[in-house]
């Protein structure tokens, strides 16, 4: 039932709490299919939450996800949902944020994205951009989901704990921060954003053709989920072939987005040196590990298209 990928991951990211909601999660999970009246299927491998096929009482196929009782990350997973309405991404059945529940429409035949890369990567990034446009919505009344632009302190906490001798240039993450902050500033519009759309977080479905799952939920300037999917899918995997799909994806979402170039350039940059930052606040000196990735690669592509 717990792959030893969760159960590493529970830990790292929840510490304690995590040792004891993996203890709990049984128990949790007999209670919740109880409770919600859910014949409980396959689990799905993955490594932050525990997902699982689960079929309703009525005969609906569906996915219960279970994360840490009272967590930010499944509360605001659940605001985001809510706000798309099944609008681009898969609908939202029930919540229990307290409990660490959430009851999702199930994607079916569920094949991701990321299938169609490289060999379609065009058709997938019209795919991507076709979600964006349905997702994007403006945010409710009383809407609780973060700003995007809060992300941006992730770059100011790497220059206060590395300076110059952390293991990504620290000019490039002074200029990544500088940039977010202009970026959000310059929003034309605000709507809800998925937070972190890539190729593994959007599946072929039935209701809609493709559907997004696992959003993050933040609002903000459109550009910040084009500017994710750039150095995705495997962004541990710097294959340069990989790395040269990067122009064209530019292309086909500023036109197919209706968004200026120089805008998707440049939150394809701001979203790429983030993700090395964000890999980054596990590094120490010494390390025998490098938070380096295609995300970086991709950053340094970018970076003379900067305006």
């Not at 196929?61 to 309405?85: D, I, N, Q, R, W």
């Not at 809407?143 to 000019?171: I, K, M, R, V, W």
């Not at 340069?240 to 990067?246: I, K, R």
Request: proline share 8%.
């Amino acid at each position: 039932m717990i792959t030893g990928r969760l159960a590493e991951n529970a830990v790292q990211v929840w510490g304690d709490d995590g040792a004891r909601w993996l203890a709990a999660l049984p128990s949790a999970l007999t209670a919740v299919a109880r409770d919600w009246d859910l014949t409980v299927g396959e689990p799905y491998e993955l490594s932050h939450h525990y997902v699982t096929r689960v079929v309703c009482g009525d005969g609906t196929p569906a996915v219960l996800k279970l994360g840490l009782p009272g967590g930010t990350p499944l509360a605001e997973e659940a605001a985001a949902l809510a706000a798309f309405g099944g609008r681009g991404a898969v609908r939202l059945l029930r919540a229990d944020p307290v409990r660490g529940a959430l009851l999702l429409e199930r994607a079916d035949p569920g094949g991701r994205l990321r299938d169609l890369v490289p060999a379609r990567d065009a058709e997938a990034t019209s795919v991507l951009a076709a979600v964006m446009r349905r997702l994007h919505v403006p945010p409710p009344p009383g809407c609780p989901l973060p700003d995007a632009l809060s992300q941006a302190t992730a770059f100011d906490d790497y220059a206060a704990a590395h300076g110059g001798n952390g293991p990504l240039p620290l000019e490039l993450v002074v200029r990544a921060g500088g940039l977010m902050r202009e970026l959000c500033a310059s929003a034309t519009r605000r709507v809800v954003l998925h937070g972190d759309l890539h190729h593994d977080n959007v599946l072929r479905a039935t209701r809609e053709p493709w559907l997004a799952i696992d959003p993050h939920g933040l609002v903000g300037d459109p550009g910040y989920d084009a500017g994710t999917l750039l150095y995705d899918p495997d962004p541990d995997d710097r294959d340069e072939a990989l790395t040269a799909l990067v122009p064209a994806r530019v292309e086909r979402l500023a036109d197919e987005l209706a968004m200026p170039v120089d805008r998707v350039v440049a939150w394809g940059f701001v979203k790429a040196v983030m993700s090395d930052v964000w890999t980054a606040e596990a590094w120490t000196p010494g390390a025998d590990w490098s938070p380096v990735s295609r995300a970086f690669d991709v950053a340094r592509l970018l970076l003379p298209r900067l305006t």
